[in-house]
C-alpha cells in the first residue's frame, strides 16, 4: 500500500522515542504547506501514516521532528539553545506506488536518517 510512514529511536537509551512532535509539510516553488502535526506513541511510531490514498502524492516534502522537546520532556537538561533542537528531514516521493518510511534515530548530539521499508 502506498503511504509514508516514520518511526523515532532514541539510541542514546535504546528505546522508541513516545510523544516526539512531528509536522509534516509539502513544498511548492514558493512556500511550504503544513498537512498535518503528529506524535509518536509509546512504540515511536504515529498511530497512522502521516499520507496515504489520494493524498498520497509525489512531491517534495519536509518533516520536522522536535526532538529537543522531546528530550526536555524527558527531563533532560539540554544548553541553551540545544545542539539539535530540531531534525529537519527534506525528502522528494517520486514512486506514488511504494511505501516510503523515513525513520529517525536521534540523540541530543545527533541524528540520522534512512529511507525504510
Known sequence: MSKLTTHVLDVS?????????????????????LLGVHHTGEDGRCMSPLL????????????????????RNRGL?????????VAVVHFGIAQVDQHYHVP????????SVYRGR
Do not use: C, K, M, N
Open 104 to 111: 529517525l534515530l536521534v540523540t541530543p548530539w545527533s541524528y
Open 13 to 33: 537509551v535504546g528505546s522508541p522515542a513516545a510523544g516526539v512532535r512531528i509536522e509534516l509539510r509539502a513544498l511548492q516553488a514558493s512556500a511550504s504547506q
Open 52 to 71: 496515504e490514498g489520494e493524498h498520497f502524492q509525489a512531491g517534495r516534502y519536509t518533516l520536522t521532528f522536535y526532538v529537543g522537546e522531546y528530550f
Open 77 to 85: 537538561e539540554l544548553p541553551e539553545p540545544a545542539f539539535i533542537d
